[in-house]
Every structure is written in structure tokens, then in C-alpha cells.
């Protein structure tokens, strides 16, 4: 990996104050997280359409790619306009795209990272493969799990995490962040054999 390749971390969520504590949104608690860790804030980017930080993964001095973290300021179905227009932007290959969402098929808690696949019903991930052409990019996927009894998916995902699953998210945020940072500097095999659980 040379110095100029740059990454793309998307964090996949709802834009404002209402979608705010939903399971939607673990993608952008996610990116807060990275960006605190660079030390820099989110700021518009000039397409208007979404929110970035740029910088690096990884302590003064040491040797890692570049990195735009990436918040969409549309909402989920349509966010792959954006994301679009960022790799365009920033120049960077569709393998070199890291999409951080939530998975109704993995436990609260639990964390998968892989390459490819499908969409599985989420929207996010469907406008992103329709935007981009292809499915062919990384994906943290933070667990949520199945929603209780008969409630719709699409309601789950838009509802706040239970007072039991809100002292346990800041590990999971934290958890995928290193995730990301792992992925990122030493690649795909590592960081599954270390994080998915």
C-alpha cells in the first residue's frame, strides 16, 4: 500500500436530530467516533451532500493511507449520489470504499467485516450499489439483531436502541471504529480473524 492510496469510510445513516438514536444510524455514531480520533471535526463538502473529515488513521508520524471519512446528508435511499460523488471526488476505486451499517441479521453487539455481497434489504447499501455499479466494497456490519415479536423491520431500524443496548453501544462504536482502523492499515483477513466474532 503506497502513501497516496486514499479510503473511503462511509458511515451509513439518516441525516438529522430525529433519526438521530435510531439503529439506522450506527454507520455515522461510527464515523463520530473516527473522527474524534483524528482530532477533526466534520465539515460541509463543497457538493453540498455531505459531511467530511480528512486525514489519517493512525498516530502522527506512523505510515498509513490517507482517509476521508464520509457522512451522506441524504437519507438512506438516496445516499449513493453522494457517495458517488465523493469517490469521483477524491479519486478513490470502489475497493478502497468502506460502508459501516447496521445488519438485522447479526446480534446486538456482534461485528462482521467483509468484501462484496449483497444487499440484504438495506436501502443504504442498495443505493450505493446502484450509484457505484457494483456491490464489490467493504462493509463493517454492526449487529442489531431481529426486531422483537411481529414489528416491522423497516420500524425497528427507525427506533431507539433499549435502555440494556444503549450501555452497551459506546463498546460496539468503539469496537467497529478499531475495526475500521485495523481494515484499513492491515487489510481484510486480519481484521476478520480479529473482529468477526
Given at each position: 500500500?503506497?502513501d497516496n492510496?486514499?479510503?473511503?469510510?462511509?458511515?451509513?445513516?439518516?441525516?438529522?436530530?430525529?433519526?438521530?438514536?435510531?439503529?439506522?444510524?450506527?454507520?455515522?455514531?461510527?464515523?463520530?467516533?473516527?473522527?474524534?480520533?483524528?482530532?477533526?471535526?466534520?465539515?460541509?463538502?463543497?457538493?453540498?451532500?455531505?459531511?467530511?473529515?480528512?486525514?489519517?488513521?493512525?498516530?502522527?508520524?506512523?505510515?498509513s493511507p490517507?482517509?476521508?471519512?464520509?457522512?451522506?446528508?441524504?437519507?438512506?435511499?438516496?445516499?449513493?449520489?453522494?457517495?458517488?460523488?465523493?469517490?469521483?471526488?477524491?479519486?478513490?476505486?470502489?475497493?478502497?470504499?468502506?460502508?459501516?451499517?447496521?445488519?438485522?441479521?447479526?446480534?446486538?453487539?456482534?461485528?462482521?467485516?467483509?468484501?462484496?455481497?449483497?444487499?440484504?434489504?438495506?436501502?443504504?447499501?442498495?443505493?450505493?450499489?446502484?450509484?457505484?455499479?457494483?456491490?464489490?466494497?467493504?462493509?463493517?456490519?454492526?449487529?442489531?439483531?431481529?426486531?422483537?415479536?411481529?414489528?416491522?423491520?423497516?420500524?425497528?431500524?427507525?427506533?431507539?436502541?433499549?435502555?440494556?443496548?444503549?450501555?452497551?453501544?459506546?463498546?460496539?462504536?468503539?469496537?467497529?471504529?478499531?475495526?475500521?482502523?485495523?481494515?484499513?492499515?492491515?487489510?481484510?483477513?486480519?481484521?476478520?480473524?480479529?473482529?468477526?466474532?
Amino acid at each position: 500500500m503506497t502513501d497516496n492510496d486514499v479510503w473511503l469510510v462511509v458511515g451509513l445513516g439518516n441525516p438529522g436530530p430525529t433519526y438521530a438514536t435510531t439503529r439506522h444510524n450506527i454507520g455515522y455514531l461510527v464515523t463520530d467516533e473516527l473522527a474524534r480520533r483524528m482530532g477533526a471535526p466534520f465539515r460541509a463538502h463543497k457538493s453540498g451532500r455531505a459531511q467530511v473529515v480528512e486525514g489519517r488513521l493512525a498516530p502522527p508520524g506512523a505510515v498509513s493511507p490517507r482517509v476521508v471519512l464520509a457522512r451522506p446528508r441524504s437519507y438512506m435511499n438516496e445516499l449513493g449520489g453522494p457517495v458517488k460523488a465523493l469517490a469521483t471526488f477524491y479519486k478513490v476505486p470502489v475497493d478502497r470504499i468502506v460502508a459501516i451499517h447496521d445488519e438485522l441479521d447479526i446480534a446486538f453487539g456482534a461485528l462482521r467485516v467483509k468484501f462484496g455481497g449483497g444487499d440484504n434489504g438495506h436501502n443504504g447499501l442498495k443505493s450505493m450499489r446502484s450509484s457505484l455499479g457494483t456491490g464489490d466494497f467493504y462493509r463493517v456490519r454492526a449487529g442489531i439483531g431481529r426486531p422483537p415479536g411481529r414489528q416491522d423491520p423497516a420500524d425497528f431500524v427507525l427506533s431507539g436502541y433499549s435502555s440494556t443496548e444503549r450501555k452497551e453501544l459506546p463498546f460496539q462504536v468503539d469496537r467497529a471504529a478499531d475495526a475500521v482502523e485495523c481494515l484499513v492499515d492491515r487489510g481484510l483477513e486480519a481484521t476478520q480473524q480479529r473482529f468477526n466474532s
